[in-house]
């Protein structure tokens, strides 16, 4: 997380989500209500500056959940410790629902030479809407009351407090929360407090290093609180898995257990039709009283990706309740709930048994260490019962062509289905593909000639499933030429490279959603630069982790496909004399196998790649790290071309062949006879192999393969 990321954290307020209308004004100035409980100021010294000169002193959460309505107060405290902090010093954000929230604003302080000035009546106030997610087609309708203060100036200490009144009516009376513990900058002081009833009480869960935990009654309530004092920044590693918080979260939730929120969500999700003459034309329209049901189902998915664009009005209610399967056939789009609700209500007409499911799309794994909470998700899915068999649906994605079987894993690992009897998460499968998502055959055309050495590539390349998808976006979207991009690319490998004709893309086969991309090359250099050519598997190379680092503290994120293969058949008139060979590299988040064979005058060199896990947890980064060096070294096969590439020794007609074995030993006494008066005569100079003027560039780390 950047600078920026970590300000607005401590800058914004609770981030709620949507529902009805209210009629107050959006904003108030009212006094600090009197069940706060008011945090000391910390010293400077208690939170070391950022690069811009900002010291982060104070940031205090509490709620009050006791009341007809939960309120939300949030205090925090920066000091201005140079001119660059000032740009952003003196702005405060503040995000809210305008149908069911209101904004108090208690203090507004700037504190310079102990010294209290309140601008809470001459700071610019302005409500914004911004919509950041409509580019996705993503409308949350929430509201950023954003405020400038005015003359802050260095060494000034801005000093903010304000509540947010109103909940989200889609919870009801339960209430689900949380918070980040840690940050990218040092904090002089953290507390979160929470005050609730004893007949609705709170479960919490929070960092067990940095924080203290206190709980008690008070005025006839219950609270608890975490407090911490000068906490550290936290370093976040490149390439950490999304599932993986460094900072920690503070959970506070009415839920004790995953049941819980299944009882809370169950009548929202219950996959039926109301309107049964809807039903029975859907059924009728889309077949879905096929006695296959196999045939139904896929039929079913077809339509509710294809037919039913994506669009989510995530306003009030709809943020977490889903629209009635009626409402979205009519409307023609939905988001992931509806669209998920929709999908199995049509497959319980075709007797089928299915579920939404809840799940994260970064938490992932990392679901089963938080506590129990409606907000813990952000994203839905269906599973479905076909006889024995458990399918996995995504209804949001974009229509897939290929067998269930086939199609990509859902990657999110965790979800809590929401049925009758479903009391916990469960783990949502990961099966390799059944076949290499990315298959690239290149054949390689070697040749020799008065003016130095050619070589001719063609590179046919299928892809699968979505980077079947990724591929076709490529080819459409005109932001640049493909034989631009494409060439690009190889010349990281090729110096010099030149392309032999326009890349081309075409459907592979409907019925597996897969696409075939086809290129041409074509590289010369003069016999001065050597005769050294490099065999480069360049698309597996894309695949292998960046391991920048010697040691992690953090987990990797290991990307890109699951299965993929490349084939490099290299053709040499001359033919080859090269042993077979075998090689495998092998732990417990990838495995990578290379095979080296000659078939007549080619060479053919297979490397196969899968990838078993998602992250590897920092105690195997060592190990890993030294398994990728292995591969690195397998990735690249150097030949030399032209007749002394081939066994003079075993050509047809040599004298040599079959020769006594006298004559071997007499032709090795004369060799050592004359390497010893070399070496006399040179007085030790060593005998070094020349090397090469010309060599294929050493591994880079390129962008991904277009």
């Known amino acids: 997380m950047n600078l920026r990321a970590s300000l607005a954290i401590l800058l914004l307020a609770c981030l709620l989500i949507a529902s009805p209308s209210f009629a107050a004004t959006p904003h108030t100035l009212t006094p600090t209500p009197a069940w706060v409980h008011l945090a000391p100021m910390p010293a400077a010294a208690d939170a070391a500056p950022t690069s811009d000169g900002t010291r982060y002193l104070l940031l205090d959460d509490q709620v009050d959940t006791t009341q007809a309505q939960p309120v939300w107060y949030r205090r925090f405290a920066t000091r201005m410790d140079g001119p660059r902090a000032l740009a952003e010093g003196g702005q405060v954000s503040i995000a809210f629902q305008p149908d069911y929230q209101r904004v108090e604003l208690h203090t507004l302080d700037v504190w310079r030479d102990g010294q209290r000035i309140d601008h809470r009546r001459d700071a610019q106030l302005q409500v914004l809407r911004r919509e950041e997610d409509l580019d996705s087609g993503i409308f949350d309708g929430e509201n950023t009351l954003s405020i400038t203060v005015p003359d802050v100036r260095v060494g000034d200490i801005v000093d903010v407090s304000f509540s947010t009144v109103g909940a989200n009516p889609v919870f009801g009376r339960a209430y689900f929360d949380s918070y980040r513990a840690r940050f990218s900058t040092a904090l002089g002081y953290r507390r979160v407090r929470a005050r609730f009833d004893a007949d609705a009480p709170l479960f919490a869960r929070a960092p067990t290093t940095d924080y203290t935990r206190k709980e008690g009654e008070e005025g006839g309530h219950r609270y608890v609180e975490f407090v911490a004092h000068r906490l550290h920044r936290v370093a976040a590693e490149d390439d950490m898995p ?32 109301s309107d049964r003459a809807l039903a029975q034309k859907l059924v009728h329209d889309l077949r879905l009283d096929d006695k296959d ?17 994506y669009t989510a009005l995530d306003m009030g209610k709809n943020s977490h309740e889903p629209n009635a399967p009626e409402t979205v056939i009519a409307r023609r789009f939905g988001d992931c709930k509806d669209k998920s609700l929709l999908l199995s209500a049509l497959l319980a007409e075709a007797g089928i048994r299915a579920e939404p499911v809840l799940v994260d799309t970064e938490a992932r794994r990392s679901l089963a260490g938080r506590q129990p909470s409606a907000t813990v998700f952000d994203h839905v899915v269906v599973r479905a019962h076909l006889g024995d068999q458990v399918v996995w649906i995504d209804p949001t994605r974009d229509p897939e062509a290929d067998a269930l079987a086939d199609r ?28 290499p998502e990315v298959d690239v055959g290149q054949r390689i055309a070697l040749h020799e000639d008065d ?5 001719d590539f063609v590179v046919v390349s299928d892809y699968r499933n979505e980077k079947a998808d990724d591929v076709r976006d490529d080819f459409a979207d005109g932001a640049e030429d493909p034989a631009t991009r494409y060439l690009t690319y190889m010349r990281r490998y090729y110096a010099g490279l030149r392309s032999a004709g326009t890349p081309s893309l ?12 086809t290129e041409r090359y074509s590289l010369h250099w003069p016999a001065s630069q050597g005769a050294d050519f490099d065999i480069v598997l360049f698309q597996l190379i894309d695949w292998l982790p960046d391991l920048d680092l010697d040691v992690r503290t953090m987990p990797l994120a290991l990307e890109g496909p699951r ?13 080859w004399d090269i042993p077979a060979s075998d090689d495998t590299v092998a732990n417990a988040y990838f495995t990578f196998h290379r095979t080296v064979r000659v078939v007549g005058d080619t060479l053919e060199i297979v490397g196969e790649w899968k990838r078993l896990a998602a992250e590897v947890p920092p105690a195997d980064y060592a190990r890993v790290r030294d398994d990728v060096d292995r591969i690195q070294a397998l990735m690249r096969y150097s030949v030399e ?17 079959n020769a006594a074995p006298w004559r071997w030993i007499a032709l090795a006494l004369l060799l050592t006879t004359f390497l010893l008066a070399v070496v006399v005569r040179r007085q030790g100079t060593q005998l070094r192999r020349h090397a090469s003027a010309w060599r294929s560039p050493r591994t880079p780390s390129p962008e991904s393969r277009p």
């Open 451 to 455: 003016k130095g050495y050619r070589a």
């Open 506 to 517: 075409r459907e592979r086969d409907a019925s597996v959603g897969a696409v075939r991309t």
């Open 563 to 575: 299965s993929g293969r490349q084939v490099v058949r290299t053709h040499l008139g001359s033919g």
């Open 293 to 309: 049901p196999r045939a139904a189902m896929m039929r079913a998915i077809a339509f509710v990706e294809g037919q039913i664009r």
């Open 408 to 435: 990509t894993p859902l990657p999110f690992e965790l979800g809590l289905p929401i049925c009758e009897g479903c009391d916990k998460l469960v783990a949502i499968p990961q099966p390799l593909p059944r076949r």
């Open 641 to 657: 071309i032209g007749a002394e590439a081939a066994d003079a020794a075993d050509a047809p007609g040599n004298p040599w062949n």
């Open 242 to 273: 999304s599932s993986f918080d460094p900072w920690g979260r503070i959970d506070l939730s009415t839920a004790r257990t995953w049941s819980d929120i299944v009882a809370w969500a169950l009548p929202m999700y219950r996959p039926h039709f």
